[in-house]
């Protein structure tokens, strides 16, 4: 799922090629992407969009007339942009086309599960309905971190990665965020100690944005084609058995449901390996505790 730095980049590029430019046209080539009837989206047409945003995950067109267009990409959603005259046809991946005079948007997702959603809203009332209300961590102080952090108990990898809590952090981010911190994707949220708190809280700030400019950097004028979650340049996310770029020791993963968390053994657990609930408990006992009982297993 794009995330707050991927939502920054994709903004940068539409602010360059949307902003102040009117809809000529919308065109949804799936009918379950719109989930919104009032207004139509038609409403759009011949409207100029004002300005762009980004709620949480979300990305936000602002068109005359108090009228808001909000898309969330969800998982596999992604942004492709076509200049004038040039060819649209994305096959089944196709969800919507945006038209404008300097090229077209298209809207689309890849995989059979359809997520990726859009919202026509009328007034920031409604707007405001689409907003999780997660802490905006790059303009916040450390004591409101730390008041958001702790207001539920949670493991601290759900906290950073709940959209009520925080805003934009996601899978991903949020492993390279805590092996910055070094600290356990399992530690609760109520035990964490100050010291730790204000360690995650930098390691929050400067992944965001090292990652945001890092991105801007490389996507540079054109359109980001390429988002994903997974990049060569990260630390554990995504790196399953692949060497710590601090330490060296092999990468090491939590699967759970349709996402897993990736970390480093010697930098953020001490040593000890994390199981996944259902395999802990099917393995029970026999279940290696450290890197070495794991390597000793590899070997019988």
């Keep these: 799922m794009p995330e707050l730095p991927d939502i920054e980049v994709y903004l940068d590029a539409l602010r360059r090629r949307v902003l102040g430019a009117e809809l000529q046209g919308i065109e949804l080539k799936s009918p379950f992407v719109l989930r919104t009837v009032d207004p139509p989206p038609s409403a759009l047409v011949g409207r100029r969009v004002v300005e762009l945003r980004r709620l949480g995950k979300r990305i936000v067109f602002v068109f005359e007339g108090e009228l808001f ?6 998982v596999a959603g992604r942004f492709r942009w076509r200049d004038p005259g040039a060819k649209l046809a994305v096959g089944k991946i196709g969800l919507a086309a945006l038209t404008f005079a300097g090229g077209t948007l298209l809207l689309t997702e890849a995989g059979s599960k359809k997520r990726a959603a859009l919202h026509v809203v009328r007034g920031e009332e409604a707007l405001a309905g689409h907003d999780p209300g997660g802490l905006e961590v790059l303009s916040a102080t450390f004591e409101e971190f730390l008041a958001v952090l702790t207001r539920e108990n949670h493991t601290v990898k759900r906290a950073l990665t709940d959209p009520h809590l925080f805003s934009g952090i996601g899978n991903a981010y949020s492993d390279e965020i805590l092996h910055r911190a070094r600290l356990s994707p399992f530690v609760l949220t109520s035990r964490i100690a100050r010291g730790d708190a204000e360690r995650l809280f930098a390691a929050v700030v400067d992944s965001l944005r090292e990652w945001t400019e890092r991105l801007r950097r490389e996507t540079g004028e054109r359109f980001p084609e390429k988002v994903t979650a997974f990049r060569p340049e990260m630390a554990v996310h995504g790196r399953y058995n692949q060497p710590c770029p601090v330490c060296g020791t092999p990468v090491q993963r939590i699967v759970y449901a349709e996402n897993e968390s990736n970390y480093c053994p ?25 890197l070495e009982e794991l390597e000793a297993r590899k070997r019988a």
């Design 69 to 74: 267009l909000v898309v969330h990409l969800m």
């Design 266 to 290: 010697t930098c953020q657990t001490g040593g000890k390996l994390l199981a996944d609930r259902a395999l802990s408990q099917l393995l029970k006992g026999d279940w290696p505790k450290t």
